[in-house]
């Protein structure tokens, strides 16, 4: 099993910044791609970014393309989500996602191995 647990999430202005967190721990073997989800009230979880075991490849939904950005530190099991320049349609519940072991994260929930148990944002205007 591997635990993944999100912090960073809260109140933002729009056209702020805010960086999300999300620690992995528990069997943390296995290289894996990471990534991030969101979802909001009545909709479906949707993809958001995700990261190759050595930062690469990457990829993004394109409603955050040149604004969010993901990036992990293998040796502290750790994967962030910096997200710049933020809107009101970025408000969501914010789920970390981690892939089998040994492949990438695909943007379908149902390739995900494990969630977190998400972390909200919310965009003001």
């Known amino acids: 099993q591997v635990q993944l647990d999100e912090s960073g999430g809260g109140l933002v202005q729009v056209g702020g910044s805010l960086r999300l967190s999300c620690a992995a721990s528990?069997?943390?073997?296995?290289?894996?791609?990471m990534g991030w989800f969101r979802q909001t009230p009545g909709k479906e979880r949707e993809f958001v970014a995700a990261?190759?075991?050595?930062?690469?490849?990457?990829y993004y939904t394109d409603s955050v393309k040149g604004r969010f950005t993901i990036s992990r530190d293998n040796a502290k099991n750790t994967v962030f989500l910096q997200m710049n320049n933020v809107k009101p349609e970025d408000t969501a519940v914010y789920y970390c996602?981690?892939?089998?072991?040994?492949?990438?994260?695909?943007?379908?929930?149902?390739?995900?191995?494990?969630w977190g148990k998400g972390t909200p944002v919310t965009v003001s205007s």
């Open positions: 996602a981690a892939a089998p072991a040994d492949s990438y994260l695909e943007s379908s929930t149902s390739r995900v191995d494990f």
């Open positions: 528990g069997r943390t073997s296995g290289r894996r791609g």
């Open positions: 990261i190759g075991w050595r930062s690469v490849p990457t």
